[in-house]
């Protein structure tokens, strides 16, 4: 089985830095994928990492550490637009259709 | 860009009641997946599709089934709604992981507004 842990909620101001972790138990691993949601919105994919280190896309990167099960979304320069729901989701490498797990997500709240 | 559309954004149903929840994609996806989602809880999978016709089971399939009769339709399909079933209903679809090459790669999932359904 799958399991993921992370934060349920994390408040920032405008123009700071976030980091959401997510830990994962898995019985096999094949990525780390993140998703924002805005509420009441549909989830829509934001990055992928297969392989350790960073990924950066704009203002967001994404880490994984494959050997601490371990991964974070970066969220630099917040701007209130940010404010969302963000979930990372795994594949297991025994799954053949593209499943994911979701964890069950972290709220950023963004202040002025 | 990638078009998931379901049928209704809010329903209100009673117990007891046949319940159907329509999604349609455009982009000729062979993968389809019906998600509840609920407070603290997340995305939990119900049942997804990866043909038309075929169909597996998730985590939660308990009390719905599904139907494709065509590629770009997914029906999830409460047989009799109970008011544990109210939530928030999110459809997605994606390619086929495999590439031509038989390779397996990461498709991103593309999701529906979702459909908030309440039971009653």
């Known amino acids: 089985g799958q399991s993921l842990e992370q934060p349920s909620e994390v408040t920032a101001v405008e123009g700071a830095i976030v980091q959401i972790n997510c830990t994962y138990q898995?019985?096999?691993?094949?990525?780390l994928s993140w998703y924002q949601q805005h509420d009441g919105g549909a989830p829509t994919f934001l990055s992928y990492?297969?392989?350790?280190g960073l990924e950066e896309t704009g203002r967001f990167s994404s880490f994984l550490s494959r050997s601490d099960s371990y991964g974070y979304l970066l969220l630099q320069e917040l701007q209130m637009k940010d404010s969302a729901s963000y979930f990372c989701?795994?594949?297991?490498?025994?799954?053949?259709?593209?499943?994911?797990?979701f964890g069950a997500g972290t709220q950023v709240v963004v202040t002025p | 860009d990638v078009k998931v559309t379901q049928s209704s954004r809010y329903l209100v149903k009673r117990t007891g009641e046949k319940v159907f929840l329509e999604c349609v994609q455009d982009?000729?996806?062979?993968?389809m997946f019906w998600y509840r989602q609920d407070p603290g809880l997340g995305l939990r999978l119900i049942y997804f599709?990866?043909?038309?016709?075929?169909?597996e089971k998730g985590d939660i399939p308990e009390g719905y089934s599904v139907s494709r009769e065509k590629k770009e339709r997914f029906s999830l399909i409460l047989e009799s709604a109970s008011t544990n079933q109210t939530s928030m209903y999110l459809c997605?679809?994606?390619?086929?992981?495999?590439?031509?090459?038989?390779?397996?790669?990461?498709?991103?999932?593309?999701f529906g507004d979702g459909t908030r359904l309440s039971i009653l």
């Open positions: 898995t019985s096999g691993f094949y990525g």
């Open positions: 989701a795994v594949r297991s490498p025994t799954d053949s259709w593209g499943k994911l797990q």
């Open positions: 982009m000729d996806h062979e993968n």
């Open positions: 997605a679809s994606s390619p086929s992981p495999w590439h031509r090459g038989g390779q397996l790669s990461n498709q991103p999932q593309h």
């Open positions: 990492n297969a392989l350790d």
């Open positions: 599709s990866y043909d038309v016709k075929m169909k």
